[in-house]
């Protein structure tokens, strides 16, 4: 045994003090380093302006994307106070700006409910950032404060007056700590879309001042709701057809708990419910998504018993029945919420879920009644849920007893890797058999299989289960994979337990086709094998779209702005090529520039907002031509359209 001449003692412990753990390990905080935890930062500062308004003293809410890509967060608050803590010999402001596990929502006092899990969420974007600001309005003043990385950079001073009170925060990331750095505008917006139809009443606005138009006014949106989660599930069914011609709406309280649920239903064939506690998105579900979904099948069963309506279905009711083509958005608040699950977005607490079956029990009661001939269209839309699911099994059965899913083991046109350990291995879905050949040439074949596909597969948006089975690029996915599906309780359910690669990445032409074709695979993934985004899996490829020459020197580029770049930087006469194909690219061009991890750009599909995927999903890849059409004269402007 080798002799240890490094003594092990009390000095090598490391004791972190103030902010300095969210420096070392900021992902423990704030969940990652990319695009995501970035984000995150602007959450946390919005959540503290929506406590103010749950707590009733806030209306307004503006956020704002500066040119350098830091961010202003304005409300209308009380102010976050300034006198002197007590216990820590400084103002309160440098208290919840500098020590973790600080703020007012620990008081129940001072906020009921709060949309903060432990109340690090300031101090943490303050710790992470090279630059904030905050500046107070209260008692008449303005007070402000500035920060680097989590400490002090000037003295809290009076630096002006104010007949308004309320708080602004200006912040600016940390570009060492974090992989990306610049907002994207959209996923702002979607978080405050969801937070004005969770919030109704409150005011929240998104200025992007890096969007000028040409008379010198920057992009804005302001969102706002009267009606809440009614209008919030109008939003999300905007692209379906409707079942019923109502959104069912109650807004209440049950022991102590405010209760607001909003639900319809649809002509798909999907089950899509979104769940919030304090305006956190509860992904993983929890005691009030159980109190729901048993308020919901016990008074639909209980009606349809009465009126005699389930006689003529002749196969036996399953809960999943009465939840097919259902949309429903559920938001609770609770004073102490206990989470748990992997990712702590599961609702823990026992007494919501009576609060909320209960609620819902109350609500669907009343709407039945009053209501008979829409009740008898969900009914009915449950008895063809049964007799669907009842011949999908049928037909899946038959499908797989004279064609096995596995029979034959892996798809013949797939090109495996060396490796058997998952989290190393990575498959690219390339289009076509010529991309390919050239992708299975360019590839690390220690870790790195390939999958052609022939053509575009079966849009899933539109199609019955035994048609999907039927499909066979389809069939060849689940088989490269190693996923299985169906159980006897859910013929859908999806098992990942031995998926056979932890990176799977769409690679097709940069062009309309290979968009459209990316797009169902998308749809695919998110309808059929949404525990692959979940878990982080699937990617999205980015071949560059042009070549640029200039004598010896060459570079690829992905946009407009980048081959005008190389053609400023490199004096003489300049070739650009323009890629339509991955066929059109050598073996070592692929591997260069789209498939070595050293130097390909790989984005990560994400469903963080799910309720806004499932209607733009449902928008490009269902029946209804008229929203698409609308959606692609509105953006056709940053369309990439090849002749």
């Known amino acids: 045994m080798a002799e240890v001449t490094e003594n092990y003692d009390a000095n090598k412990i490391q004791v972190l003090e103030g902010l300095e753990a969210v420096r070392k390990r900021p992902a423990m905080y704030i969940g990652d380093i990319s695009a995501k935890g970035l984000h995150h930062l602007v959450y946390e500062v919005v959540d503290n302006s929506i406590d103010e308004a749950l707590a009733g003293y806030a209306k307004n809410i503006e956020v704002t994307i500066n040119k350098d890509n830091s961010i202003t967060v304005v409300d209308d608050g009380r102010g976050i ?48 950032s090279t630059y904030l600001r905050a500046e107070v309005r209260r008692g008449g003043k303005v007070y402000a404060q500035e920060y680097s990385c989590g400490k002090p950079t000037s003295e809290l001073t009076i630096v002006g007056e104010s007949e308004t009170t309320g708080t602004t925060i200006t912040f600016k990331p940390d570009a060492s700590i974090f992989t990306v750095t610049e907002y994207d505008y959209q996923t ?36 706002y709701s009267t009606h809440g989660l009614r209008e919030f599930v109008q939003y999300i069914d905007s692209n379906k057809e409707s079942l019923i011609n109502d959104v069912i709406h109650l807004s209440t309280e049950r022991s102590g708990i405010p209760v607001e649920v909003a639900f319809t239903y649809n002509n798909t064939y999907n089950e899509n419910i979104y769940s919030f506690v304090n305006n956190i998105n509860t992904i993983e579900g ?11 099948t016990m008074t639909l069963k209980k009606y349809a018993d009465d009126n005699n309506m389930l006689k003529q279905a002749k196969v036996e009711i399953a809960a999943e029945d009465f939840r097919e083509g259902l949309t429903a958005v559920i938001s609770v608040k609770v004073m102490e919420p206990q989470f748990e699950g992997q990712t702590k977005t599961k609702l823990g607490n026992n007494e919501v879920m009576g609060a909320v079956q209960t609620a819902v029990s109350e609500a669907l009661n009343i709407y039945l009644e009053e209501n008979p001939s829409q009740a008898r269209a969900i009914v009915k839309k449950v008895i063809l849920a049964a007799q669907a699911r009842q011949a999908a099994r049928n037909a899946r059965d038959k499908i797989l007893r004279k064609s096995p899913l596995y029979s034959g083991g892996l798809p013949g ?29 360019g590839r690390n074949r220690q870790f790195q299989a390939i999958l052609p596909l022939r053509g575009k597969i079966l849009n899933v948006e539109k199609a019955m289960e035994h048609r999907i089975l039927e499909n066979e690029e389809i069939r060849n996915l689940f088989r490269a994979l190693r996923v299985s599906i169906g159980t006897e309780e859910d013929p859908k359910a999806v098992n990942i337990s031995k998926l056979a690669y932890h990176k799977i990445i769409i690679m097709t032409d940069a062009d309309v086709d290979g968009s459209h074709i990316a797009t169902l ?15 982080g899996y699937l990617y999205l490829a980015t071949p560059p779209l042009y070549k640029c020459k200039c004598g010896k020197a060459e570079d690829y580029c992905w946009t407009d702005l980048q081959v005008q770049q ?67 004269e509105a953006n056709a402007t940053y369309a990439n359209i090849d002749a």
Not at 291 to 296: A, E, I, T
Not at 418 to 428: G, Q, W, Y
């Open 413 to 441: 046109k797939l090109a495996d890797c060396s490796s058997r350990n998952a989290d190393e291995c990575e498959i690219f879905l390339v289009e076509g058999d010529s991309a390919g050949g050239t992708a299975k040439k």
């Open 188 to 223: 702002l917006a979607n978080r405050l879309r969801d937070l004005a139809y969770l919030n109704s009443g409150i005011t929240l606005t998104l200025t992007d001042m890096r969007n000028i138009d040409s008379e010198g006014n920057p992009f804005t949106e302001t969102f």
């Open 286 to 296: 929890g005691t009030h998504l159980t109190g729901f979904r048993r308020g919901l």
């Open 566 to 632: 190389f053609i400023e930087s490199h004096p003489g006469k300049t070739t650009v090529s323009r890629y339509k194909g991955l066929g059109e690219m050598s073996d070592t061009e692929l591997r260069d520039t789209t498939m070595s991890p050293e130097h390909r750009i790989l984005k990560q599909v994400d469903i963080s907002d799910a309720a806004e995927a499932d209607r733009i999903f449902s928008m490009l890849m269902g029946e209804d031509v008229g929203p698409r059409r609308d959606f692609i």
């Open 81 to 128: 106070p300034v006198d002197m803590h007590e216990k820590e010999h400084k103002s309160a402001l440098e208290v919840v700006l500098t020590v973790l596990h600080a703020g007012g929502k620990f008081d129940k006092g001072s906020y009921k409910v709060s949309g903060g899990l432990h109340g690090v969420g300031v101090s943490c974007v303050n710790a992470l």
């Open 521 to 535: 695979l998308m749809t695919f993934f998110f309808r059929r094998m949404r525990p692959i985004i979940e878990n």
